[in-house]
């Protein structure tokens, strides 16, 4: 039959369960990041929320009741759970002291799940197997511990050691259990080494809607230090029942010697009285007195060897009617419309409460400064794009037209020295052959020692002209260019020192190099001389003539004195010889002009160019670099935002429907929740009933009367109550 809490759990799943998925996808993403991402550390407290909604989710869903089990070391937990669980349960008992969580419930076969902080899974269905694998995981945790205190840092297993174990879930035919829906759940031992796990309990547990069962030996019922974690979990569940280990076989020694019945055996009521009376704290006593404690002294070994059909199972042992009023008060705390109220209610606020988690995870202040790196990446990338764009505009310019109109800009001026500079080297070289024919030197010396110096100069002074020029405009800063508003944006944006890149290029040209060689510019045979009588006797060619006064075409070395000149040359031969010249400076002059400029200018351009372009297409591969490492950590960054902003919506969408459904069942009377659902939903509220209240348990419920939940007879255990005819109503 369909109940209204079934309604409700139905709704509620439906409303918590989607927070799964996205919980988990953010989790991985986290996961698959690079190591220095912000919010690496969230990671572990997602998957801590997605384990607790997990575990609620199958709560609600499956209608479990939890009952928790703990206390000290070797108090009697495990054979509590036997005697719960009606069979023993080996599985639990076996397993080395971890502190991790483990779960008892009932299936048909025998399974164990092992989950990890990291949220891995593991499935064994031998017990060995099992206990191995426990204890060779409690040895490394006990490493990890020892290696986080060294350091001297608070041990976290979902930092230090996710692969630590956070529960097991036992599952096998458990007798007693198998009509309900009771979940018992053996806790960590209360030792500070591993007290992380304890403290996972109580955070885990908290609002939980659980009873708890607090197991104590009578031998340590007056050690104050027993009950100090104890004090702390009061306040987290609405029932706790205090069990103390009595041991009745024990014997104490008479005043004759003999020995006789200790007090356990012969008067436990005895121990329970001084212990309220002396030892009980008044957080102990405040919560006996409220009902929500109660005390029972059991002999929980025989109790146990009782429930399963043990020895003593053919007569009532010792002490069994404690256990049987524990375990009468535990069915019908379980059976009542308190507890039915507190499930329903606490479902809620925990349900609110991992919202909240979750809300407080996805404003983390790791998660800000993802957000802004985030932020500041992408403005990186944008500002990567626009820089290598500027720079793919350069590379499509035509730069080699920018400097060829400077070669142009620079013609006039250069035209106008080479003019200045021609004038003063032709008088120089006038007056250089007037001293010629007015000395007694040779034409090798007139040529070699003065004319071609002459002319040395000339070049020398046309290229000292340009190069000072073109370094006038190099220098100005803009390499000599003329740029357009657009290009020096570019050029800017692109991170490009075109004045740089100037002045590199003017020291790689060497100012010597722009000076040609200069040809012999006058030889014998273009100076006429006169022949003599006994040269026309003679026959002598005018090239023997020559031969004779100069010297050897190629070597005209020798010495000619001033009458010899103007006897034999004159004034014809003069004339010739500035004709010659004439003819030679006018090549000369203008081939020089052609030269300096083409050589200096152009081999700036051309060098010019060239280094601008490697160094765009340097920076261009380096921008694209950086631009494809900027866009990997944007797009892992912006992964993991959507993974969150996924959350952030589901969870903004869960807290809404997590408040209708506080509006719609919180004024729900108790008994009416396991009644048969309306079809058409809960009718309207009377006018001023609250409806933005979870409900509350009653101090004063009593189990459900006509028509209630009735346990099976054979099946009066803690646990969910069914329906006469076997339905589950929790």
């Known amino acids: 039959m369909r109940t209204l809490l079934s309604q409700f759990c139905e709704s509620f799943e439906s409303v918590v369960r989607p927070l799964l998925d996205p919980l988990n996808a953010s989790a991985q993403a986290l996961l698959e990041a690079s190591p220095n991402l912000p919010g690496k550390n969230v990671r572990a407290e997602l998957l801590e929320v997605r384990h607790q909604i997990e575990a609620l989710v199958k709560k609600v869903s499956e209608q479990q009741a939890y009952v928790l089990l703990f206390g000290p070391l070797k108090s009697g937990k495990s054979t509590l759970m036997n005697a719960l669980a009606g069979t023993y349960v080996s599985e639990v008992s076996s397993l080395p002291a971890y502190p991790c969580m483990v779960y008892l419930s009932h299936a048909p076969e025998r399974r164990f799940d092992v989950t990890r902080y990291s949220g891995k899974a593991e499935r064994f ?39 630590a174990i956070r529960k097991v879930d036992v599952q096998i035919p458990a007798g007693e259990l198998e009509q309900s829906g009771a979940v018992l759940v053996d806790t960590p031992g209360l030792y500070s080494r591993m007290k992380f796990g304890y403290d996972r309990m109580t955070k885990e547990f908290r609002d939980a809607a659980s009873c708890a069962i607090f197991i104590v030996k009578s031998d340590n019922l007056f050690l104050e230090q027993v009950f100090e974690e104890f004090e702390e979990l009061l306040g987290l569940f609405s029932r706790i029942f205090l069990v103390v280990n009595l041991d009745t076989s024990k014997r104490d020694l008479a005043p004759d010697g003999s020995l006789v019945p200790s007090l356990e055996q012969e008067d436990p009521l005895r121990i329970i009285d001084a212990f309220e009376s002396l030892a009980m704290s008044q957080p102990l006593k405040a919560a006996a007195d409220e009902g929500r404690l109660r005390i029972y002294p059991v002999d929980l070994l025989r109790a146990a060897a009782h429930r399963l059909g043990g020895t003593d199972a053919g007569e009532p042992a010792r002490g069994q009617a404690n256990f049987d009023a524990f375990l009468t008060d535990l069915t019908e705390y379980l059976n009542s419309t308190d507890y039915l109220v507190s499930f329903l209610g606490d479902s809620l606020k925990r349900a609110q409460t991992l919202l909240d988690d979750t809300d407080a995870l996805l404003q983390h202040p790791q998660v800000e400064a993802l957000e802004r790196e985030t932020e500041e990446l992408d403005n990186r990338r944008q500002d990567a794009q626009r820089r290598r764009h500027a720079v793919l505009r350069l590379l499509d310019r035509e730069w080699r037209t920018a400097f060829d109109e400077l070669e142009d800009r620079l013609a006039p001026a250069i035209r106008d020295r080479a003019r200045v500079v021609s004038e003063q080297t032709e008088k120089v070289i006038d007056e250089i052959v007037d001293r010629w024919f007015g000395a007694d030197t040779s034409l090798q010396s007139l040529v070699q020692d003065e004319l071609v110096p002459a002319l040395r100069a000339y070049q020398e002074n046309l290229a000292a002209f340009v190069r000072v020029t073109l370094d006038e405009e190099v220098l100005a800063g803009s390499a000599g260019v003329l740029l357009p508003t657009d290009v020096a944006a570019d050029l800017y944006a692109s991170g490009i020192d075109l004045g740089e890149i100037g002045k590199g290029c003017l020291d790689r040209i060497e100012r010597s190099s722009s000076l040609r060689p200069i040809a012999t510019p006058l030889t014998t045979a273009q100076i006429p001389v006169r022949r003599g009588l006994l040269d026309w006797i003679l026959f002598r060619s005018p090239a023997k003539v020559r031969a004779r006064l100069m010297g050897e075409p190629l070597a005209p070395s020798l010495r000619m004195s001033v009458e010899s000149k103007m006897r034999r040359i004159g004034k014809e031969g003069r004339d010739a010889i500035r004709r010659e010249l004439d003819l030679f400076k006018g090549r000369f002059f203008h081939e020089t002009v052609q030269h300096v400029h083409r050589h200096v200018v152009g081999e700036y351009a051309k060098a010019a160019v060239e280094s601008l372009c490697d160094a765009l297409h340097e920076r261009d591969t380096f921008l694209d670099g950086q631009l494809e490492e900027v866009v990997g950590s944007l797009m892992e960054r912006r992964k993991v935002l959507a993974h969150l902003a996924t ?24 008994e009416r929740l396991i009644q048969p659902a309306p079809a058409g939903g809960l009718p309207p509220r009377p006018a001023g009933t609250p409806s933005d209240t979870i409900p509350t348990p009653n101090p004063e419920a009593r189990p459900v009367s006509t028509p209630g939940p009735v346990l099976h007879p054979a099946k009066s255990i803690p646990g969910m109550p069914v329906l006469e005819g076997g339905d589950t109503i929790i």
């Open 125 to 163: 269905t031998d017990p060995s197997a099992l206990y191995m694998y426990v204890n060779r995981a409690h040895t490394e945790l006990a490493d990890r511990i020892r290696s986080a205190e060294s350091k001297n840092e608070p041990f976290d297993p979902a930092l230090h050691y996710p692969e």
């Open 647 to 670: 959350l952030r919506t589901a969870a903004a969408h869960a807290g809404t429907s997590v408040d209708e459904l506080i509006a719609e069942y919180g004024a729900t009377e108790p």
